[in-house]
């Protein structure tokens, strides 16, 4: 199972952009389907966007598709989440985890990130 650590969320206004980082540990990392997950207030934990172990292939949900883009970087164990003209609906805790499919998936979610985007 792997563990993960995310970071730069922020606050930000309608429209405006951000960049979503998560540091993976264990080497399963590279030979893992990995997603990006969000949380808003009283509701639960989706899945947002995935990409393939080798980043060829990408899936976002409808709701992100145009604005949101997903992409890992194996070498550094690293993967990423652009967020563009982001709206308030976007507010949320974004976390990193694996496919759930994959062993490297884990029920230990790391802190997220928050994400706050006001109008």
């Known amino acids: 199972q792997g563990q993960f650590v995310e970071f730069g969320g922020g606050s930000v206004q309608a429209g405006e952009s951000l960049k979503l980082t998560c540091v993976a540990q264990?080497?399963?990392?590279?030979?893992?389907?990995m997603g990006w997950y969000r949380q808003a207030p009283g509701k639960q934990r989706d899945l947002v966007a995935l990409i393939s172990d080798d980043g060829g292939r990408l899936n976002v949900i409808d709701s992100v598709k145009g604005r949101f883009t997903i992409s890992r970087d194996n070498a550094k164990n690293t993967l990423y989440l652009q967020m563009n003209n982001l709206k308030p609906e976007d507010t949320a805790v974004y976390y990193c985890?694996?496919?759930?499919?994959?062993?490297?998936?884990?029920?230990?979610w790391g802190q997220g990130t928050q994400v706050t985007v006001s109008s």
């Open positions: 985890n694996a496919d759930p499919r994959s062993d490297y998936y884990t029920n230990n």
């Open positions: 264990g080497s399963a990392f590279s030979r893992s389907y």
